[in-house]
């Protein structure tokens, strides 16, 4: 059967634009994907948490979390403490990771207080390097915070501390204006030249294998508009913008790049959204690379039950179609709704299988975990 590009068309002012639309290789084996439930804490049956991503720094595999309750008793509905953020070590289990003390300590917080959500660890000088940035969202006091009422956007850098210890963060406050153009981040951010070490924690991959198909050495990073502050925004989804910048500029604000649909350029995203998005009304989440395909995947969710993955060669596409690979009834209006799909596929660096997580919504501060298989 021929794969063939189709083609997507929207009616601007002037004229009708058709932008060329990849093709989706990508195929679920349904019939094995494994519902794997809540990720729990190796340390404390009663530690739970939402939002957040993976990472690597220094050969050691990190995860990073938005909210982290403790509770006194895993059945009790209220948190004896609470952080706006914590990292933890991941461990071979995709259910379960180890802390650095219990209850974990706050990873990253302002010098004013304000409560962040952390959403990437990038790398900024190679995965066995001990430097590392994650984006972040500053949280206001309304009751939607995923897709909604950011108060500050930023970046914070990341050190590794000596074995056992937890990594170190300090927050440059406030980069972009969440008004006025994407929240940087919300969409998670990849690295284009990856270089593996060959002391990985988790897996083998071969000598110098290469994450993602450019070798240009760029952070790109993903957003989404503020659904509530911004009007080009609904309040449930957003188009995907992407910017970029070079891991050794990474706490620059200057040094980013913006695509604005035809090139990479300085000026910052504050209008001319149609035009700079490359992803039409997607969730906030993740992208990441995928060996097995040799393409990047955005992962979406819909009606808070349907997991949808978009597929790229280049960050700034043409992104393919959605595919669906997921689906539970169990979850969505009126059930739970899930939120911030991340795509942990470290685990397998063929890429032939993939962990997703998705957080509950809202206060549940659970992480369920799901394995698919592609074809
Ligand atoms: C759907 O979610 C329920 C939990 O609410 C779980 O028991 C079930 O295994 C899930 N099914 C699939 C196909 O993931
Ligand atoms: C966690 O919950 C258990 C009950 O399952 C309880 O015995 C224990 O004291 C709790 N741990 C902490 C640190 O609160
Ligand atoms: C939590 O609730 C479940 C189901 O009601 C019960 O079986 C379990 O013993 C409870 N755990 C604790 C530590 O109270
Ligand atoms: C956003 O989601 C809410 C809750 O699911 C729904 O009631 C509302 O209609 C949605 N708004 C839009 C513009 O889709």
């Known amino acids: ?5 189709s083609l997507v068309c929207f009616a601007s002012l ?3 634009v058709c ?39 220094n050969n050691v595999y990190y995860q990073t979390f938005a909210d982290t309750c403790q ?10 403490t609470f952080r706006a953020n914590t990292i933890a070590v991941t461990t071979y289990s995709p259910t379960i990771v180890s802390d650095f003390s219990n209850p974990p300590a706050q990873f990253c ?25 994650v984006f972040y969202q500053a949280l206001g006091s309304c009751s939607q915070n995923i897709n909604g009422c950011t108060t500050a956007l930023g970046v914070a850098l990341v050190q590794t501390a000596p074995s056992g210890q937890q990594p170190t963060c300090s927050v440059l406050y406030g980069f972009w204006d969440t008004t006025k153009e994407p929240m940087w981040g919300s969409i998670g951010a990849v690295v284009s030249r990856f270089p593996y070490s060959r002391r ?16 240009d050495g760029y952070i790109y990073t993903f957003g989404t508009l503020d659904g509530v502050q911004n009007p080009a925004a609904n309040p449930n989804t957003s ?8 891991p050794g500029s990474v706490q ?21 959204f149609s035009n700079a998005a490359v992803l039409k009304n997607v969730s906030p989440g993740s992208v990441h690379y995928n060996s097995y395909y040799s393409k990047y995947i955005a992962l979406n969710l819909v009606n808070g039950n349907t997991l949808q993955a978009y597929t790229a060669s280049v960050p700034q596409g043409p992104w393919s179609g959605a595919v669906t690979l997921w689906s539970n009834s169990s979850y969505g209006p009126p059930y739970i709704p899930l939120y911030d799909p991340q795509g942990l596929s470290f685990r397998d660096t063929s890429g032939k299988t993939l962990i997703a997580q998705m957080s509950e919504f809202p206060y549940n501060t659970i992480k369920v975990t799901i394995k698919l298989f592609f074809q």
Do not use: E
Not at 19 to 32: E, F, L
Not at 109 to 133: E, K, M, Q
Not at 200 to 215: D, E, K, M, R, Y
């Open 252 to 272: 620059t604000l200057s040094a980013y790049q913006y695509w604005d649909g035809a090139s990479f350029q300085s000026q910052r995203i504050t209008s001319g």
């Open 200 to 215: 990985l924690v988790l897996g083998t991959p071969p000598a110098n294998a290469i994450q993602g198909p450019q070798s």
């Open 19 to 57: 932008n060329a639309q990849s093709a989706n290789p990508i195929k679920v084996n349904t019939g094995s994907t494994q519902f794997l439930g809540q990720q729990m804490s190796s340390n404390d049956p009663n530690v739970s948490r939402d939002g957040g991503s993976q990472g690597v720094l």
């Open 239 to 246: 188009d995907m913008y992407v910017a970029r910048v070079l």
């Open 71 to 80: 509770k006194n008793n895993p059945n009790d509905t209220d948190c004896a």
């Open 1 to 5: 059967m021929a794969i063939v590009s």
């Open 14 to 16: 002037l004229a009708v």
């Open 109 to 133: 917080t302002p010098n004013n207080g304000a409560r962040i959500h952390i959403t990437n660890l990038v790398p900024t000088d190679g995965v066995s390097g001990t430097h590392g940035a």
